[in-house]
């Protein structure tokens, strides 16, 4: 696997993979009964995220103990 040197390439393949990522997420969370937390940032920086609807509840718990 190498770095896709074509920009615009590069571009549609980040967002057609973002998808998909934020698919697999919504998925595992949902057949697995999982807690999921997912963040991704574009090549210009923009935040892309997902979480199942008790994520949020399991950071604030995990970080009450650090």
Request: a positive charge.
């Amino acid at each position: 696997m190498k770095k896709i040197e074509n920009t615009k390439r590069r571009l549609v393949t980040f967002s057609k993979r973002r998808n998909g990522l934020l698919k697999k997420a919504w998925e595992l969370s949902v057949l697995c009964d999982t807690e999921i937390g997912l963040i991704i940032f574009s090549p210009q920086g923009k935040m892309f995220e997902f979480s199942s609807s008790r994520f949020y509840l399991s950071v604030l718990f995990f970080l009450s103990f650090t």
